[in-house]
């Protein structure tokens, strides 16, 4: 029996499916996917309890066909009642309605999903559904219609991330719907043809061919992917798509098409186009020789700066289900932060913060940041990627107005690393990218994200945050340990921006501190 997920599976991406059924042993664990099924878990619940006390609940034993034919013999003898988690089967395919909702002519199919709700381009109406829910719901639609199930209506169940929390349990404003009748109806009639394709794909015992690309990451990231890499069909050392940002990889999509390039080697510098030209130039001139590229003068912006200098890095936890008064729905709140602060030249002292009691940790992040960085003293504050920690700062000055001059303060002090890496450096293992994560090993190999244990990147902080703030006892052996990782691994992050400043003022390796 094939069931919705294996369908969507087989929309991303034929080989995720055959996969997912034959080498299941070949999937990395996908921090991201953990993460998105804790939400769906959440906003599903309070979703059904949106639909109030009387609704129907039902149940799914080993047999779904039987759970299925059960189901349908509730519906007609209860039509006015809306029911939650519906087994339906038609030929072979199974899926389970988030909730069936009584309309005059039958039901409306309502489809929940821990994504916000869309808005047109100037934010006064609905927006256009994301393609793949559309699909998911498709499909659903397709089974319960043939099924004898009467369909009248399609609609997603959102967040709406305009509306913020009041407390007291009150998520009453929490779910906003969008009506998609019309665009399922467009969809349904693909849905035959990806049940016969699937089948087939699962029929074979041979692998289907595929190259890793887009699909891997849309819509959402494929947990075989390092699988996939290894048996890509080999190609050029240095790809084309190198080209960093968007306008880097529009350029090379045009180049690729209309010159025929594969390889960044091939374009001449005068073809590399653009306001980003020196920085494809750079890129391109390292690829060829090898060898890592440091512009003249990079030393002089850090120069410049004067002392104390603050290397500062937030981390923060944007919940889908919001749980502190006057939260958003994915609003980021900063429940950690990690500053090493240089007094002068090689002398350096470290502070930080970090709240993992599960209250709302905005006032005490910024009376600790307030406390930290001294607001006379006119000393820099050194981020990498200033968007992120700016508007952190701004909506924590929302939040708490009577801060809003410190925090205006702060803002104002914000020099962001990020511009500085690429006006003026590049190495070729960067592979196209200035993440401080593809910087770091190359001018500082000694300091690895992957030797940190539990917490190694943005997600996985996340992750063990909810962990440690509303699943663990305050007392447990666990989130002990969640607090140490917590803290190394954003303790590393403000390390590197030193690491970083450092090597662009071309001062050799500062003396790395006991506790890195």
């Not at 039901?107 to 709700?117: D, H, P, R, V």
């Not at 750079?282 to 090898?290: D, L, N, P, S």
């Not at 600790?368 to 960085?373: N, S, V």
């Amino acid at each position: 029996m094939l069931t919705k997920s294996d369908l969507m599976s087989y929309a991303q991406c034929p080989r995720k499916l055959w996969l997912e059924k034959n080498q299941p042993q070949s999937a990395q664990r996908d921090v991201a996917a953990e993460r998105r099924m804790r939400e769906g878990v959440q906003v599903g619940s309070l979703a059904r309890l949106a639909l109030g006390p009387s609704v129907i609940w039902m149940a799914v034993g080993d047999d779904k066909e039987a759970a299925a034919e059960t189901a349908k013999k509730i519906l007609n003898d209860r039509p006015d009642t809306p029911a939650v988690e519906v087994p339906m089967c038609y030929k072979g395919v199974y899926a389970r309605a988030d909730a069936l909702v009584p309309a005059d002519r039958g039901y409306i199919l309502q489809e929940t999903k821990a994504s916000s709700y869309p808005l047109n381009k100037d934010k006064t109406g609905p927006g256009k559904p994301d393609p793949h829910l559309v699909l998911d719901t498709a499909i659903q639609a397709w089974v319960m219609a043939n099924s004898g199930i009467p369909f009248s209506g399609a609609e997603l169940n959102l967040l709406d991330n305009r509306w913020r929390y009041p407390g007291k349990g009150d998520y009453s404003g929490l779910f906003r719907q969008l009506d998609i009748m019309e665009e399922v109806m467009d969809e349904i009639n693909r849905v035959p043809q990806l049940v016969e394709d699937a089948r087939n794909v699962l029929a074979s015992k041979t692998m289907p061919s595929a190259q890793t690309g887009k699909q891997c990451n849309s819509p959402h990231s494929c947990p075989f992917h390092s699988h996939c890499v290894k048996l890509d069909k080999p190609g050029p050392d240095h790809p084309i798509e190198l080209l960093p940002d968007s306008a880097g990889k529009l350029l090379a999509k045009k180049l690729k098409e209309k010159q025929g390039y594969v390889s960044l080697l091939e374009p001449a510098p005068v073809e590399l186009t653009g306001k980003a030209h020196d920085l494809y130039v750079r890129i391109q001139k390292a690829h060829r020789t090898g060898r890592a590229i440091l512009e003249k003068g990079c030393n002089e912006a850090i120069d410049a700066l004067p002392y104390p200098r603050y290397y500062f890095d937030f981390e923060g936890i944007d919940l889908a289900v919001p749980r502190w008064e006057g939260v958003r729905p994915y609003e980021q709140i900063p429940f950690q932060w990690s500053c090493h602060i240089e007094d002068a030249p090689g002398q350096f002292r470290h502070a930080e913060f970090l709240d993992l009691t599960g209250e709302d940790p905005s006032l005490g992040c910024i009376k600790a940041m307030l406390d930290t960085i001294d607001l006379t003293d006119n000393g820099p504050i050194l981020v990498y990627f200033v968007t992120y920690e700016r508007g952190r700062l701004q909506e924590l000055a929302e939040r708490h107005p009577e801060y809003a001059p410190q925090l205006e303060v702060l803002i104002s002090r914000l020099v962001d690393l990020l511009p500085l890496v690429k006006s003026h450096y590049y190495h070729p293992d960067m592979r196209g990218s200035f993440s401080i994560k593809k910087v770091l090993p190359v001018i500082a190999p000694d300091l690895d994200y992957g030797e940190l244990e539990g917490v190694q990147d943005g997600i996985g902080a996340q992750l063990a945050y909810i962990e440690a703030a509303f699943e663990v006892a305050p007392d447990s052996p666990k989130k002990a340990e969640i607090e140490r990782n917590s803290l190394k691994y954003c303790r590393q992050d403000t390390w590197a921006m030193v690491e970083v400043a450092w090597f662009l003022a071309q001062n050799g390796r500062p003396t790395r501190p006991e506790d890195m």
